[in-house]
């Protein structure tokens, strides 16, 4: 009997998981899935493409000698970039590929027999086609509350309890990587657990836009509108990016009322609250803050060791990651919840690298980085509020006097002032949190170094030229429209002039 790539893949790592170190098989090969397999050849998966390159030079053979004694004839191991993975966020580095996708969407009558959680995989895999799909960690048992988002958790509990009545509309806000988006998914899942066969639409504001433009180029806007309105739950990211865009906010407007009247649920999320979106029309203004307006903040530290202890909790690393590293973590990695997962990330591939035991010291190697430019975050945020930002620009965005301009200081750079880090540019990430500043990085980054493309390419973590080119154009065109957003790309180019 021939055995399914699955099953050909557990053998072989089975044999791994003996004589690899736990971390290195933790970190490299438990994120990989077979793809395929033949009788010579077996092709796996892996999130991304360094971890392809990585394991294709280091553990390739291993594995494939494993084959002989465990299948009983010789197969050649692969690893290609699983493509649908590479898309996900990447926490996703820990966590199985999600579930097959179910047949079929709501029953008729008597076929309600399904499981609660396959019932919901099946919703999930047939919500309408305008849908993103739900991240299946962003649940409310995943989320650690605190001081700082106490009052969005308890109104993203309260509008998944009731929906379409008090919390409605619930309006998220708060800076990059503090748990919007989770909190309002977290809505989403508890409301399938209750009924699986609630209709979610989760969308980016972008999309959204994106979408409405091709329906009006298309003469398609009625079917356009109607897909928008059948939902019980319209989830919107980022409704900053609504400003200035006058026929979408009008359009907007119209889908928000509908879904409100039919006393539906909307939950939205965005960098500030309603009143301080610039060029977002009064009327939209008032509806978003009819229901409740919820602010998330920087976790404290006592929040932040909470948050990591939960991270290494969901993801078996409790006897991995010591708790003293967990706190020396969270004592240094303030910026946002994303950079203390990434923190862990970068640790657990620093350790395997190095095939040492995760420690202090070995913590305070793998993230010098990150450190840096947290302490650049932090000194800019001081400067800024101290006024010395420009008697001595170089220190404040944490970058020692004397130091040549480099991609990575421009990068450290765009990262103080946007409130990012310099991994998230390099990163895939394609939040528009993360793509505006690194199109902005690569546009100084060719200003002040001149740099050819396929090298800005490779400063931000392996772009084609053909991206670069993209990047460089949106970059100026941003400019062009927004004078506020041209005064704070100058503000950073004229403190790295200083260092030229
Ligand atoms: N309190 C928390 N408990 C557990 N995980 C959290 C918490 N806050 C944030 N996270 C995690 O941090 C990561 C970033 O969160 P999320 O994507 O929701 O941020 P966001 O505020 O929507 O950011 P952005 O504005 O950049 O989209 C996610 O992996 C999320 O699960």
């Known amino acids: 009997m021939s055995l399914s790539a699955a099953e050909v893949w ?4 089975a044999r791994a998981r003996q004589e690899l170190p736990e971390q290195t098989f933790r970190t490299w090969l438990e994120p990989t899935a077979a793809l395929s397999v033949d009788d010579r050849t077996i092709v796996v ?4 493409r360094f971890s392809a390159e990585w394991n294709e030079s280091k553990h390739a053979a291993l594995l494939s000698s ?12 692969v690893f290609t970039v699983d493509e649908e993975r590479e898309k996900k966020p990447q926490i996703d580095f820990f966590i199985a590929p999600p579930p097959p996708v179910l047949p079929e969407r709501r029953p008729t009558g008597g076929d309600r027999a399904t499981s609660t959680l396959d019932a919901r995989r099946s919703t999930l895999g047939n919500a309408p086609a305008i849908s993103a799909p739900l991240n299946p960690r962003y649940t409310f048992d995943h989320f650690v509350i605190g001081k700082s988002n106490d009052v969005a958790a308890a109104a993203s509990q309260g509008a998944a309890q009731a929906p379409g009545k008090v919390y409605n509309p619930l309006f998220i806000y708060g800076d990059t990587g503090l748990g919007k988006t989770h909190l309002m998914q977290g809505v989403a899942h508890a409301m399938l657990e209750r009924d699986p066969y609630t209709r979610i639409t989760y969308i980016g504001t972008e999309q959204f836009t994106n979408e409405f433009v ?21 989830l919107v990211d980022d409704v900053q990016f609504l400003k200035g865009k006058e026929t979408t906010q009008e359009e907007f407007f119209h889908t928000f009322n509908a879904i409100y009247e039919a006393g539906r649920q909307i939950c939205l999320t965005s ?5 301080e979106i610039p060029g977002l029309e009064a009327r939209l ?14 976790p404290e530290f006592e929040h932040r060791v909470a948050i990591l202890r939960k ?28 950079e203390l997962e990434g923190s862990i990330i970068k640790l657990l591939a620093y350790a395997s690298l190095k095939r040492g035991d995760i420690t202090v010291d070995l913590a305070r190697e793998a993230l010098r980085d990150k450190l840096r430019s947290e302490g650049a975050v932090e000194a800019l945020a001081v400067a800024a509020r101290t006024g010395t930002l420009v008697s001595a620009p ?4 944490g970058i020692p006097a004397g130091s040549p301009l480099t991609p990575f200081v421009i990068q450290q750079a765009v990262s103080a002032e946007w409130g990012v880090t310099p991994d998230g540019l390099q990163s895939k990430t394609r939040t528009k949190t993360l793509t505006v500043p690194r199109q902005v990085a690569m546009w100084l980054t060719r200003e002040l170094l001149a740099l050819q493309l396929v090298e800005i390419g490779s400063a931000f973590g392996g772009r084609d030229h053909s991206t670069v080119i993209h990047s460089l154009e949106r970059a100026v065109a941003m400019m062009a429209e927004d004078e506020a957003f041209r005064a704070r790309v100058e503000k950073v180019r004229r403190v790295l002039e200083t260092l030229r």
């Open 10 to 13: 557990d053998r072989l790592l």
């Open 45 to 48: 998966g892996t999130p991304d």
């Open 214 to 234: 091709a329906a009006i180029q298309s003469r398609t806007t009625a079917e356009f509108r109607r897909r928008y309105r059948e939902t019980d739950l319209l």
């Open 285 to 298: 203004v008032s509806r978003f803050e009819w229901g409740m307006v919820a602010h998330v903040d920087l």
């Open 311 to 338: 991270k290494a909790e969901l993801d078996h690393l409790e006897l991995t990651i010591p708790d003293e590293v967990l706190e020396f973590i969270a004592q240094h990695v303030k910026s946002s919840v994303r």
């Open 66 to 77: 494993y084959a002989p004694v465990a299948l009983g004839h010789p197969v050649h191991v």
């Open 394 to 397: 170089g220190q404040a965005l």
């Open 271 to 275: 960098d500030r609250p309603p009143k």
